[in-house]
Every structure is written in C-alpha cells, then in structure tokens.
C-alpha cells in the first residue's frame, strides 16, 4: 500500500501500545536525554512508577551512563521488554501512523505541538558531517558517543521514540490539515504526563485516503526548495533531536547488515527503521531553547580569560543571575554569552560573525582538553544554576542565545550540521514523552 511513501523514507509502523489495564500516567516518562544534570527528576519519576509497567523501565537515562553497573542496567531493560511482549502489557498491534497532540505547561493557556508518529528508513538518514540525505542530521555527531547507545538498542526486542524529525512548511499547513481528518475518529490514547509535564493524545492515520493525503503534503514540501531554490539534493527531514539516538540506531543497522549480508529478505529487517515524531519547525508551539554548557573541574576559573580571547570580546559583570539570563536573550547586534562563575555573573559580548553557539564550542573543547575540565551540556537556565551550586565539585555556567527558526532548513542544506548541542526545541520537561513502541527483531 502507497509505495509512494518509501519515496519520502517512509513506514506505516506497526505500534505496540499499552493494554486498556496500564497506568498510562506511569507508563509515559520523558526522553532519557533530559536531566542528565539532576537526579532528583529521575528519582521522583522512579517513585512515581514504582514497579509498574512503564517505559522507565525500557530506557537508559542518560545521567546513568557514567555509573557503574551499566552492563546490568541494560541486561534488565532487555529483560522488562521481553517480559512486557510475554505478560500481556501490549494491546494487540495496531499497523497506523499516528497524529499526535502535546500539551505543555508554557503559553497561555497552554500551547498544543502537533506531530506524527512514523517509521523512517535508516537508508535514507546520515549523521557524518558533508553527507547529502533525504533525512539530515543538524548538529555534529561525536563518535564517541555512540557505542553506549548502540549497546541499549543491540539485542533489544523493542524501540520506542524520543527522535523529532522537523519539516520546513512555512505555511504550517500539513499536520493541522492531517489533524482535521484523523480526530473525526476517536484517540487511540490520551494521558497525563507526570510531573506537570502537560498531556498527550494519539489519533489513528491509517485509511488510504489520510495516506495520499500525507504523501500529497509531503510532495509539496519536496518539490517547494529554498525560496525557489532546489538543493543539490531532495531534503525533506532534519533531525530537531535525539541526533545521538537515531545515529546509534543508524549504526546498529549497518552493523547488522554487514553481519547478515545475503540473508533472506534482510532488506526488510525491522531493524532498518527507526521510529520518531515528524513536527513542523514553524509550529507556533515549538521553541527553539538553547543548550547551555556546565563544565566541572579545578581549572573552571580560567574560562572568563578563555571567554575573553573570542573576536572583539567585551566582558561586563552583572549583578545577579535573573539579569544575566535576561541580557543573554536580548539581541543587541552581537553575540551574547552568560558566564556564572565563583559566584559571579558576567556578560560577554562578541563580534556576531557567526552563530554564538558555532564560535564557542571549538574554544571549550580546546579549554577542556586543556585544562582536564569536563563538560555537560544543560537544558533550562534553572538546572545551570542549580549545577553550578553543587558542593561536591567546582563549576561554572554558560548561557546561550537561541538559535532562529528563520534561514534553519537552508543554512544545514548551505553549510551542513551545527555544531553539537547547538539548540533544544523547548525547555526539558516539553520534551517527548516515550509512549508507543515497535517490534525491531525479526
């Protein structure tokens, strides 16, 4: 059925979703890259769910990844799975696109994010800087930092998303003209996130008719270019997150292809796709948020002087941390960092001859190869500043500008992917929340 959908580097999922029993409350928590700086959210979300049926229990939060035990903690999350396929969890599978709505606790009442839950095909997706593909990546990729996430999806019976995957429809005409037709039906599900992280609503999209409808869409989309302009070749996806994840599965794929070449029927493997949510970038309800740098280590208090050195530097101390953040949004015709360090707060403005973000990593990486420093990378100004404030190291904060939506789509196809972690699209608790799941062992 519409095999023009494997044009666009399409599937038609076939989801597993939890059965009618299931807390859907505790079975819903959010991307395992979020927090990775604050464990006291993943300790509330642990209590929440207790020993319940819930996706925690088949994800790897990433501020686990350094500790000890890692092996073990990947060995249970295959084992939930399996036991989750065995003891009834699931609902029977259901083979369906699925339109989906995010309420968040921002905008006013609240704003309403819309996507679409597909399979993509890994073949058509690349991560390595200067190659050309239907489905992009938008920021670096470092190597290694793929073998942890490709050990939690290798031997792994299942997947569920947390990948965004952005289309450019200035119009923003797609998906809410998609909604229209799938909400004449009743949701496939509803829940309350935890944590006052707002709600989620699946619908079905499934008909022949929703299909060629998409696939109509996204024809439109493919054939509109950058202002009348065609790239060098189609570009139709960019990934808005999860670049590591869809990397790590794209790895895994490619590994088990090599391992499996002339199997029968390889080629439709499961493993070939990866799940995600397809969202607008011209969503009024998507923010593009930046991504802020924590770095821990004796030698933090030389990053003013380090800061100093970027083109046209000028460094102004500021009296408290709420004006820090305000100043480091508002646009003056220069970049603009926030540093909070030994208690201090400064303003450092340079010369805008690029993207803050793209000026600033090539330093802190030389910084911290350096001086032995470590790095992380933080979502939400509040979570910086509860960083910084840790007793059992020393550290420091810099605050980002966001990146424009404006110019996005053609400034990847133009210059090719930002540098890492260059923007989030929202603050932490927006984030996708892990909900359906698919088959990806034969």
């Known amino acids: 059925m519409h095999r023009e959908l494997c044009d666009f580097g399409l599937a038609m999922p076939e989801l597993l979703l939890p059965a009618s029993g299931i807390d859907r409350k505790k079975w819903a928590v959010i991307a ?21 049926p819930s996706t925690l229990h088949l994800v790897f939060p990433e501020i686990y990844l350094e500790k000890p035990g890692k092996r073990e903690r990947i060995d249970r999350i295959h084992r939930a799975m399996r036991t989750y396929l065995e003891q009834g969890v699931f609902a029977p599978p259901a083979k369906t696109f699925v339109y989906v709505e995010r309420t968040t606790p921002f905008g006013a009442p609240f704003d309403v994010r819309r996507g679409l839950v597909a399979a993509i095909d890994l073949e058509r997706y690349q991560w390595r800087q200067g190659e050309k593909a239907l489905i992009r990546t938008t920021e670096g990729t470092a190597p290694e930092r793929l073998p942890p996430r490709m050990d939690v999806r290798r031997g792994a019976p299942l997947e569920s998303p947390h990948v965004l995957l952005l289309i450019n429809d200035k119009a923003d005409a797609l998906l809410p003209a998609l909604g229209e037709r799938a909400k004449a039906a009743a949701p496939l599900y509803h829940a309350d996130l935890m944590l006052d992280s707002g709600t989620v609503t699946g619908w079905a999209v499934n008909t022949d008719e929703d299909v060629s409808f998409l696939v109509q869409g996204l024809e439109t989309l493919a054939s509109t270019g950058f202002d009348g302009r065609e790239d060098e070749k189609p570009f139709l996806f960019a990934v808005g997150d999860g670049n590591h994840s869809l990397a790590a599965a794209k790895s895994v794929w490619e590994e088990y292809k090599a391992s499996h070449a002339g199997d029968f029927d390889i080629e439709r493997h499961p493993a070939r796709y990866a799940m995600v949510e397809i969202e607008n970038l011209y969503d009024a309800a998507i923010h593009f948020a930046p991504i802020h740098r924590v770095l821990f280590g004796n030698h933090v208090n030389g990053l003013l002087e380090a800061l100093s050195t970027l083109p046209d530097a000028s460094v102004t101390r500021i009296g408290g941390g709420k004006e820090l953040s305000t100043l480091t949004i508002t646009f003056s015709g220069k970049n603009r960092l926030g540093l909070i360090l030994d208690n201090g707060f400064y303003l450092i403005e340079f010369a805008d001859c690029g993207l803050a973000v793209a000026l600033l990593q090539p330093l802190l990486d030389r910084f ?11 979502h939400g100004e509040d979570a910086v500043f509860r960083a910084v404030s840790r007793s059992d190291q020393r550290g420091a904060g810099i605050l980002l500008p966001p990146v424009q939506k404006s110019g996005f789509f053609e400034t990847i196809s133009r210059l090719g992917a930002l540098p890492r972690k260059s923007f989030s699209m929202g603050e932490a608790i927006e984030k996708r929340f892990y909900f359906e799941c698919r088959k990806i062992e034969a």
């Open 32 to 52: 395992c890259d979020q927090f990775t700086q604050d464990a006291e959210y993943w300790k509330a979300a642990s209590a929440i769910v207790g020993d319940a």
């Open 368 to 378: 911290v190869k350096e001086t032995g420093s470590s790095i992380d990378y933080v």
